[in-house]
C-alpha cells in the first residue's frame, strides 16, 4: 500500500528521488503519465499499470484506440537508479502543470501523484465537501 506525504525537488537533469518508504511497495517497471486534469503526474508500478492496460484492451476496438492514442502517447516507462532518482521529461511536467523545482510525492494505495508543492498545498488546504466528510465519517475514520 503506497502511503505517506514527501516533499523533494528536482534535480538540475529533471529527476525526483522516489522515497525509499514507496520503492519497497513498487515493484518491477515504474510508468509514468500526467493526470487528465492537469494537476500531476501519475506513477504506478507494473502490476497496477498492467490492470490499466487489460481494461483498455478489453474496450470495443473504437473505444480502445480512442483511449490508447489519448494515454499511450504522454506516458513513460522509468527505470528508478541506483538512489531511487527517476526521470521526468520537461515535456510531462508541462502537460501537469508542474512549475518550479519543489514537489511533493503522495502515496495514493494503488499509485503515488507527483505534484508541484505549491498546487498539493493549495489542494490539501481546501475543505473537502460535506458529502465526503461524512463517507469518511461512516467508514469509522
Known amino acids: 500500500m503506497l502511503l505517506g506525504t514527501y516533499q523533494h525537488s528536482l ?3 529533471n529527476r525526483i528521488i522516489i522515497p525509499s518508504k ?31 492496460c487489460e481494461m483498455i484492451e478489453n474496450l470495443p476496438p473504437e473505444k480502445s484506440y ?3 492514442s489519448r494515454i499511450f502517447p504522454d506516458s513513460q516507462q522509468v527505470s528508478p537508479d541506483a538512489q531511487n532518482r527517476v526521470p521526468i521529461p520537461a515535456a510531462m511536467l508541462q502537460k501537469a502543470g508542474i ?3 519543489n514537489l ?14 505549491e498546487k498539493y498545498e493549495q489542494k490539501h ?7 465526503i466528510e461524512a463517507f469518511i465519517a461512516s467508514m469509522g475514520f
Do not use: F, H
Open 11 to 13: 534535480d538540475a537533469k
Open 22 to 52: 514507496l520503492m519497497e511497495e513498487l515493484s518491477g517497471r515504474l510508468y509514468m503519465y500526467p493526470a487528465a486534469a492537469g494537476t500531476c503526474i501519475k506513477l504506478y508500478d507494473e502490476a497496477e499499470w498492467n490492470k490499466y
Open 66 to 68: 480512442a483511449v490508447k
Open 99 to 101: 512549475e518550479g523545482k
Open 104 to 117: 511533493v510525492t503522495v502515496g495514493m494505495g494503488s499509485c503515488c501523484e507527483i505534484w508541484s508543492q
Open 125 to 131: 488546504a481546501a475543505a473537502p465537501s460535506p458529502e
